[in-house]
């Protein structure tokens, strides 16, 4: 298999409680799983906050070729 990644941006309860989601998901050549999610409530100032949260974890994140390369990352059980 080839390995690769994909963002959603999704959000619910639009009529309750309004919340925003964006996932990122990376699987590796050898496949392996990884899911980078924040939850924040749309329309408010933790949404700004919660993207930059993201943002910067996401900039930081380093898999590597092998399980014992990357330690910081835990594949999804």
């Given amino acids: ?3 690769g990644a994909a963002v959603a941006d999704t ?3 639009l009529k309750e409680t309004p919340t925003r ?3 990122l998901f990376v699987v ?3 496949d ?3 899911e980078l999610r924040v939850d924040m409530p749309k329309g408010t100032p933790s ?3 919660g993207m930059a949260v993201f ?3 996401r900039d930081r994140l380093v898999i590597g070729k092998s399980r014992t390369t990357a330690p910081s990352a835990r594949p999804t059980p």
């Fill in 21 to 23: 989601v964006v996932q």
């Fill in 28 to 30: 590796t050549e050898d």
């Fill in 32 to 34: 392996r799983m990884y």
């Fill in 11 to 13: 959000a619910y309860g």
């Fill in 1 to 3: 298999m080839v390995g």
């Fill in 47 to 49: 949404e700004r906050k």
């Fill in 55 to 57: 943002q910067q974890a």
